[in-house]
């Protein structure tokens, strides 16, 4: 699951929210989602990448060449990659205030 910033700022979602003080819609810098921005929503199933496929090999070299720490987490952490089956895309050229 991914929130926005301001869906983290609530009390509701995330107990401790200490980290996110600058992110708060009741903070003295406002809300992080203004000004008005483009949203986009993509919606659709999560699907297991085969661990023996090339698409396998491209994501997980790109994972870590982001998240570079990962690559040393212990073999038996046992997570998986995988990528979404986009089902609908919702785009909003303008949006804001909700």
């Not at 009390?11 to 949203?39: F, I, Q, T, W």
């Not at 990448?49 to 952490?77: G, Q, V």
């Amino acid at each position: 699951a991914s929130l926005s910033l301001s869906e983290a700022s609530l009390s509701s979602v995330c107990e401790n929210k200490h980290g996110l003080d600058a992110c708060s819609l009741g903070s003295k810098y406002g809300d992080p989602e203004n000004p008005v921005c483009g949203r986009l929503t993509l919606t659709g199933e999560l699907v297991v990448i085969d661990e023996d496929s090339p698409e396998y090999n491209f994501a997980s070299k790109s994972l870590f060449e982001r998240h570079t720490t990962m690559e040393k987490w212990p073999s038996d952490h046992n997570w998986v990659i995988f990528k979404i089956d986009i089902q609908d895309i919702w785009l909003i050229d303008y949006f804001g205030g909700a």
